[in-house]
């Protein structure tokens, strides 16, 4: 396994303690949508659900095409006859929320592009007919990337979430992967895709706070974390407070042995201080 790139990898780091030093303007963010694999008509996934949890208090805001139905006193087994309109009202609340908190930051997992991001979620409130609140990309951190650059590409296996959550021995319940993800929208379980998206917010704070006080379960080993090289280990003994203890320490010893009459010296002086 590669070692992290030292300087991506402190850069990272730093990153991450600035969200938790702002942790009251850092909101984590996931959402769930229909399947976006195997695709033929070119139509964009309809968005099923999204939640956004605030890092330091961990309230989190939802919005759901079952509870917009519910609001609307339209049965669950109706949803699919009347979705874009639904979907409509859903991302009106959503872009309502994050245009009313202009300047958080948002920390996500691979919400990178039009195909599952930030993006998509615009390009589906577009062809619904409306104009998107865009986020800045300034604002917007990849956790998922971060954990690569602080702990290398194979700090865990395959798929990467599920995988680290093991390693850390997290066990969420109402967690749904990716195939189990798209099988729930096949099944029209909206309720199932919302409870996953809620609890997929809480395990992403929960990874995201493990990597800030260092306290994270990776595959990596202590000496790829710190380079793998000579040149690394030999720095972190020269920068060790012990270390500079005992070279401090020897200096000192090396100057009286140099000047046998220093220590008199020495002495004689503090004893003179008092009288």
């Avoid at 033929?40 to 509870?67: M, Y």
């Avoid at 592009?113 to 998509?120: C, Q, S």
């Avoid at 974390?225 to 320490?249: C, D, K, W, Y």
Wanted: positive net charge.
């Amino acid at each position: 396994m590669s070692a992290p790139d030292p300087r991506r990898q402190k850069a990272s780091r730093a990153v991450i303690d600035r969200l938790f030093a702002d942790a009251a303007n850092v909101w984590v963010i996931h959402y769930s949508c229909e399947s976006f694999y195997d695709r033929t008509d070119g139509r964009s996934p309809r968005i099923t659900s999204i939640a956004i949890r605030k890092l330091d208090a961990g309230q989190t805001v939802s919005f759901s095409i079952h509870q917009v139905a519910e609001l609307g006193k339209i049965d669950l087994a109706d949803i699919t006859a009347q979705y874009d309109t639904l979907e409509r009202e859903m991302l009106d609340a959503y872009f309502a929320h994050i245009s009313s908190h202009r300047g958080m930051k948002y920390l996500h997992w691979n919400m990178r592009d039009i195909n599952y991001g930030f993006a998509a979620i615009e390009h589906r409130y577009r062809v619904l007919g409306r104009a998107p609140f865009v986020i800045p990309d300034d604002n917007k951190f990849d956790l998922a990337r971060l954990l690569i650059d602080i702990y290398g590409v194979g700090y865990t296996g395959h798929p990467r979430l599920t995988t680290i959550l093991e390693k850390n021995r997290v066990e969420p319940r109402d967690f749904l992967n990716g195939a189990s993800e798209a099988e729930a929208f096949e099944q029209q379980n909206y309720v199932g895709l919302h409870q996953s998206t809620l609890r997929k917010v809480d395990v992403l704070a929960n990874i995201a706070g493990r990597a800030f006080d260092r306290s994270l379960k990776t595959n990596t080993t202590w000496w790829e974390m710190h380079g793998g090289t000579l040149r690394t280990f030999v720095n972190f003994v020269v920068e060790s407070r012990p270390f500079q203890l005992i070279v401090g320490a020897a200096s000192i010893i090396g100057l009286f042995i140099a000047n046998p009459g220093l220590p008199r010296a020495v002495w004689a002086a503090i004893t003179s201080i008092g009288r």
